[in-house]
């Protein structure tokens, strides 16, 4: 669910880059806005954080957030990618 969230938002900001380029009529700055945004870097701690206020405001009680690399076997599910799509976060209820 969090990819979705987040492709839906970066999809709303290529939008708004895009209708700013074309409003100020450059056509750099609209083929600029067109191009696939670069992956966002967010760190692992600030996202580990963001999924794990959802998950209590959800009301499961225990479960536990792993960060491992991104090629790691890890027993849960994946719930999120972090610093750049090299780590994941993988959830897992007790």
Same mark, same amino acid.
């Given at each position: 669910?969090?990819?979705?969230?987040? %492709?839906?938002? =970066?999809? /709303?900001?290529? @939008?708004?880059? =895009? %209708?700013?380029?074309?409003?100020?009529?450059?056509?750099?700055? /609209?083929?600029?806005?067109?191009?696939? /945004?670069?992956?966002?870097?967010?760190?692992?701690?600030?996202?580990? %954080?963001?999924?794990?206020?959802?998950?209590?405001?959800?009301?499961?009680?225990?479960?536990? =957030?792993?960060?491992?690399?991104?090629?790691?076997? /890890?027993? @849960?599910?994946?719930?999120?990618?972090?610093?750049?799509?090299?780590?994941?976060?993988?959830?897992?209820?007790?």
């Amino acid at each position: 669910m969090v990819r979705i969230i987040v %492709a839906m938002a =970066l999809s /709303a900001m290529a @939008g708004v880059a =895009l %209708a700013q380029g074309m409003a100020s009529g450059s056509s750099t700055q /609209a083929a600029e806005a067109q191009a696939p /945004a670069p992956a966002m870097r967010k760190p692992c701690e600030d996202l580990k %954080a963001e999924i794990d206020a959802k998950i209590k405001k959800n009301g499961v009680p225990m479960y536990t =957030l792993d960060v491992v690399d991104m090629d790691a076997q /890890a027993e @849960g599910k994946t719930v999120g990618t972090c610093d750049g799509n090299t780590k994941k976060i993988v959830y897992k209820r007790s």
